[in-house]
């Protein structure tokens, strides 16, 4: 007798992250793999982080604090707000899900973007919601359209600012217009995971609206220019009655003890995040040019990531490149996504490129 799944979950596909460097490696024999697929920090984390986790491992036979009391403060302080507004995630993505079971109720609506954060429509789905996706107009969030699609059974609107994977993003004057029309009984999330390496001196300020009161939460995470992604910890900021539902249903001790110690030391290191976003702004710069010269453009980013037309098959480039020790990202059709890496890392995934595509013309 086959197993009795709700069809909304046999709907789903599973999350393929980015291709591990050893799996390539025992795959194809290389001796040199670059990983450009993941928008990892290339320059790792911050070695106060490093630090933090020195005679960490007295401490692993033990449950780790499951408030997270230093690191919500620390975070509360950061961004001027109070510790009930403030919630942990094993990533930011984890508290996604919580948004989903806590605030959908089967066949409530979350509106998104088509182009955007895979795991929104994962999530909703598995609570068996219903995702309403909105197309994007030149790669960014149509905000008009968004309001627009909002129905009253809407409970939850997705936005990724900067997003992923086009790495556009919607400006402050835009979001105001756009939030002024969002009823009070739906949930607004800033998805802002690529925060910290926006430059655009438009790109709003979302915590304003959590601090008016709206019905807003901001999700930010570690695992990106903090160079935490191996201990999988995010956060969100929003008013206390929000993060007081959520509470309800997070799980027990879901920031661990490692994650909360390295989190709460790279906070703190301002000069390993400016020095982070340097390098990704020269190479943003650099791969740009390369792309370009390649006869290829790249679209405008506020992330450390650049979304660019091979103008052929997607998949048969990316799998060439695999063969030449770059691990890129296939989104879709002709679409490939490439984190900006160190120097040298550029260099190697702009020659690449061009002998693949070189081959494949």
């Known amino acids: 007798m086959p197993l009795q799944v709700h069809p909304d979950i046999r709907s789903l596909s599973p999350y393929v992250p980015g291709k591990p460097i050893d799996e390539l490696q025992r795959e194809l024999g290389l001796t040199r793999v670059i990983k450009l697929a993941s928008n990892e920090n290339p320059l790792g984390p911050s070695p106060k982080a490093i630090e933090a986790l020195s005679g960490a491992q007295d401490t692993l036979h033990r449950y780790p604090d499951g408030g997270a009391y230093q690191l919500r403060r620390a975070l509360a302080d950061r961004w001027k707000v109070t510790q009930e507004q403030v919630i942990l995630g094993n990533g930011s993505d984890e ?13 409530d609506e979350a509106v998104m973007a088509d182009h955007t954060f895979v795991i929104y429509k994962m999530e909703v789905t598995a609570v068996h919601g219903r995702p309403v996706i ?11 359209s968004m309001v627009q699609a909002i129905t009253p059974r809407t ?12 790495g556009t993003m919607v400006s402050a004057d835009a979001v105001e217009r756009f939030m002024a029309r969002v009823p009070d009984d739906v949930i607004v999330v ?8 926006v430059r655009h001196p438009q790109f709003p300020d979302a915590l304003g609206y959590v601090k008016q009161g709206r019905s807003a939460i901001v999700l930010r995470t570690f695992s990106k220019i903090y160079g935490l992604a191996g201990l999988r910890i995010g ?10 539902y959520l509470n309800r249903v997070r799980p027990p001790f879901n920031a661990n003890s490692l994650a909360q110690k390295a989190a709460l030391a790279a906070l703190a290191d301002d000069d390993h995040v400016a020095k982070s976003r340097a390098v990704n702004a020269a190479g943003i710069e650099q791969v740009g040019q390369g792309l370009r010269a390649l006869g290829l453009v790249p679209i405008p980013t506020e992330t450390n990531f650049l979304y660019f037309d091979a103008k052929q098959d997607g998949r048969g480039v990316f799998d060439a490149l695999l063969r030449e020790g770059i691990i890129a990202r296939h989104i879709e059709g002709t679409m490939l996504r490439v984190t900006i890496g160190r120097s040298d890392e550029n260099t190697a995934f702009l020659q690449a490129l061009g002998k ?3 081959g494949r013309r």
Do not use: K, M, Q
């Open 95 to 107: 508290i996604i899900g919580l948004l989903a079971r806590t605030f959908l109720a089967p066949g």
């Open 134 to 144: 909105v197309p994007l107009v030149n790669w960014t969030h149509d905000l008009e």
């Open 155 to 166: 409970r939850l609107l997705f936005l990724c600012n900067p997003n992923n994977p086009t």
């Open 190 to 197: 800033f998805d802002e995971a690529y925060y910290e390496y």
């Open 235 to 244: 956060y969100g900021i929003s008013t206390p009655e929000v993060i007081d």
């Open 356 to 358: 693949v595509l070189g």
